[in-house]
């Protein structure tokens, strides 16, 4: 058994999120200057987000809020997704490796909105 997250930063969902974040950076820093204020601010914008929505719903009480959080953090991810697809098809780099961060985080997310949301005994 795994010891309790003390802080936001101990979640491992939140430690690849917030890689996944570095990797969008990293890419977007390649894409046309044309870009700078269409696809590189949306994709980094909503990158950004999974992981302050992880944080934010890491403090929250009760356990449907906590899961609604994690939820938006889902939301944003999948829209992450698309960012990656519509990258990869403009020929603004390799997008594999993102892509394999971002369903990776998508699991783990997954797995702790359900652990919330399972009574503990």
């Known amino acids: 058994m795994r010891e309790a997250a003390r802080t936001f930063q101990d979640l491992i969902v939140w430690q690849k999120a ?3 974040v570095l990797s ?3 890419l977007a820093s390649n894409f046309p200057k044309s870009e700078i204020y269409g696809l590189t ?3 980094r914008r909503a990158a950004v987000s999974v992981p302050a929505n992880i944080a ?3 403090k929250k009480k009760g356990a449907a809020d906590k899961a609604r ?3 938006i953090a889902q939301g944003s991810l ?12 403009l020929g603004y780099g ?6 394999l961060q971002l369903e990776e ?14 009574p503990h005994s």
């Not at 390799?94 to 892509?99: P, R």
């Open 18 to 20: 917030h890689q996944f």
């Open 24 to 26: 969008v950076y990293q």
């Open 41 to 43: 601010s949306q994709f």
């Open 56 to 58: 934010e719903g890491f």
């Open 69 to 71: 959080f994690m939820n």
């Open 78 to 89: 999948e829209e992450c997704r698309y960012y990656v697809i519509l990258s990869k098809d």
């Open 94 to 99: 390799d997008t594999s490796e993102l892509m």
């Open 105 to 118: 985080v998508s699991k783990l997310l997954n797995s702790y909105r359900k652990s919330i949301l399972t």
